[in-house]
């Protein structure tokens, strides 16, 4: 009997959840909002607020233990250097988990993960900005943004139900829903 | 392979069925837009939730 086992499975086996896990805690800290199913932010949350705490200290030894969960130095580096020192005077409780209703395909809950210091003017902008810079910007300077965008595109092409902000989503998103929506319907079709 | 030896009557099938009903999902109102909307939920119509959490755009699907 699994009594008092905390945490979800999620139907998936341990290094499948991890690698989840992995890809979407690089998304959050890249776009510093993603769309998920409930249960999935439920389970990142406090694994990813466990990580802003180690951003405060600091200390190799932090980075290190971040360096567990996140596979990008550039995103690690931004935690400490951006994210964590903007938390510095809070106590905890850096993300915010917003229930957006049900998924249209399967009826899954989805909810809005984001930091509970998030502007959506602010980053809406920038979104927008990395975007148009991103395409012919691979092996260009601006080391910024270029990178942010390559991490988010990368998770994206890992995990399609993570999607960080709307705006960002929707390139990579928009081809990958009907590629996945055909295959369902002509079985529907040819079943019934 | 057994088979029923007797139809079930109008009364036992429905009997069956009093526990079948489904129930009405619960709403509240939008404070925003005063559009019907799940409770607890950011608002479809309108994309707000308490106050400022503007999530999406709104847009006519």
Redesign the interface.
Known sequence: MRHNVAGRKLGRTTSHRLALFRNQLASLMAAERIVTTLPKAKELRPIAERLITHGKAGTVHARRMVGRWIPDRDLIKKLFDEIAPRHAERPGGYLRIVKLGNRLGDGAEMAVLEFVDYDPAKKRGVAAKGEAAAKPAEGAPAPEKPKKEKAERKAAEAKPERAETKKAAKPTARPAAPAKKKPSMPKKIGGS | MPNPKRRHSKARRDKRRTHDALSVPATSVCPACHEPK?P???C?HCGT?RGR?????AKTK
Do not use: F, L, S, T
């Open positions: 799940a607890h939920r950011v479809p939730y959490e503007v999530v999406e755009v």
